[in-house]
């Protein structure tokens, strides 16, 4: 903890670096144009780091400037926030959950005012991760990942099975959707880590070769298909409500199980507690709804 700049100086880089001038963040910080100088010159001399330099008479953040200020920026702002909720002393019992990203847009969040009705009580905070070690640490109440299990540090249980369906747009290809699983493999395809090995060798069909457009995230993924970019293979939790209300169409009956399930995750503790059992409760009920609908394999 001891390399870390003062907060000072990174105020004040922070500020130079939005507003592109010295004298403005003097002004915002309420401080002199020299000691802002200042700051900055400690700044770059602890980092061994040139932040700044001069064009003209202006100063223009190099490209680790950029980088780093960016990211202070954030860091303050987070600094702040906290700050301001431990001020405020809310009589709400905080309930912190970590959720990864995809499956928290697509299936958790629209469901969350059941929770917030059902317990008004609780303030929720969810904090979109793939980072595990807040949870091992006791920073955060309770988590849902996406794997096999065996993580240290933590209980764990297994949610439920994931499943991959393949999906398109209604106006994908002028609405002349694929019939069969030859013509799903030759059209154009979003690709993603998913693979379409299983897929495939149980539709009785070559793999689809590597495709013009591969994305990296769900809800990027997601996003592509719906406005007709291409097909995919997707986990069902993401698209299951847009499969509902018409939004994408599921273009085969055949499904395969994903190598990876949902879990729960807490930190290690003799018993749950209040808000951890009250949250456990709500999910697997709701998990047990939605199983309900699932599409045979």
């Given at each position: 903890m001891n390399t870390l700049p003062p907060l000072s100086a990174l105020r004040s880089f922070e500020a130079v670096a939005?507003?592109?001038?010295?004298?403005?963040?003097?002004?915002?910080?309420?401080?002199?144009?020299?000691?802002?100088s200042q700051q900055l010159k400690l700044l770059e001399s602890q980092l061994a780091t040139a932040l700044f330099s001069k064009v003209g008479r202006k100063l223009q953040l190099s490209e680790a400037g950029r980088t780093y200020a960016l990211k202070v920026r954030v860091t303050l702002a987070e600094l702040a926030d906290a700050t301001r909720q431990l001020q405020q002393q809310t009589?709400?019992?905080?309930?912190?959950?970590?959720?990864?990203?995809?499956?928290?847009?697509?299936?958790?969040?629209?469901?969350?005012?059941?929770?917030?009705?059902?317990?008004?009580?609780y303030s929720l905070t969810?904090?979109?991760?793939?980072?595990?070690?807040?949870?091992?640490?006791?920073?955060?109440?309770?988590g849902i990942r996406m794997g096999r299990g065996g993580w240290q540090g933590l209980q764990q249980e297994r949610l439920m099975e994931e499943h991959l369906v393949v999906v398109a747009a209604p106006h994908f290809r002028h609405g002349q959707l694929p019939a069969n699983a030859e013509d799903?493999?030759?059209?154009?395809?979003?690709?993603?880590?998913?693979s379409w090995h299983g897929w495939c060798q149980q539709a009785q069909v070559a793999e689809p070769p590597p495709g013009a457009l591969w994305i990296n995230d769900s809800?990027?993924?997601?996003?592509?298909?719906?406005?007709?970019?291409?097909?995919?293979l997707m986990r069902h939790s993401l698209v299951a409500r847009h499969l509902a209300d018409g939004r994408l169409c599921q273009l085969s009956p055949l499904t395969v199980p994903h190598p990876s399930a949902l879990w729960l995750v807490w930190p290690q503790h003799p018993q749950l507690s209040q808000k951890q059992a009250d949250f456990r409760h709500w999910l697997h009920a709701e998990i047990a709804a939605y199983r309900q609908g699932l599409p045979a394999g």
């Open positions: 939005r507003l592109g001038s010295v004298s403005r963040a003097a002004t915002e910080l309420c401080i002199t144009h020299s000691a802002v009589p709400q019992q905080e309930l912190v959950l970590a959720v990864l990203p995809s499956f928290a847009q697509q299936w958790l969040l629209p469901r969350l005012p059941g929770f917030r009705q059902r317990y008004p009580h969810l904090h979109a991760s793939l980072d595990i070690q807040p949870l091992a640490y006791g920073q955060i109440d309770m799903i493999v030759a059209s154009p395809i979003v690709h993603t880590v998913e809800n990027l993924l997601l996003a592509a298909v719906l406005q007709g970019e291409g097909l995919a």
